[in-house]
């Protein structure tokens, strides 16, 4: 398992230096933004992210997801790779981190309305409800 992960960001990783380097990164208001995560918006500190993200393993998910393809820029997973947790991904050798994507409060506001109007737009071409029911 551990050659399985030797080309992954996240190995070896601890969960306080990854929120310490998105928090120096972003700053609090724009993961708030992205993440939409209370430890997050209520009194951020780095003890409070950590001490709840430990608690709360789907919080925990997302913070490695935006780790991985917004801060790392790592390639998009496959559909096969989406189903394992963000720590248990590997990538192609030779497939390095990239410089972080630099995102703001407004981008990241932008980027949500465009996807909810791109998410209504197949809804209505019936798109949505094939995929679902192909999954379901």
């Known amino acids: 398992m551990i050659e399985d992960q030797k080309n ?3 190995h070896g990783l601890k969960l306080k ?3 310490t380097e998105l ?14 995560l209370d430890c997050f918006y209520h009194n951020p500190s780095i003890e409070s992210c950590h001490k709840f993200l430990k608690k709360t393993e789907w919080a925990s998910e997302k913070v490695e997801n935006f780790y991985l393809y917004k801060f790392k820029r790592m390639p998009k997973a496959s559909a096969y790779q989406y189903e394992l947790k963000p720590r248990e991904r ?19 506001e932008e980027m949500r309305a465009t996807a909810a109007a791109n998410y209504e737009a197949k809804k209505k071409r019936g798109r949505v409800q094939d995929y679902k029911r192909s999954k379901g």
């Open 8 to 10: 992954n960001p996240l």
């Open 23 to 36: 928090v120096d990164f972003y700053g609090w208001d724009v993961l708030d933004a992205a993440l939409r």
């Open 17 to 19: 230096t990854m929120i």
């Open 90 to 108: 590997g990538f192609a050798d030779g497939v390095l981190p990239k410089e972080p994507i630099p995102l703001t409060v407004e981008l990241v």
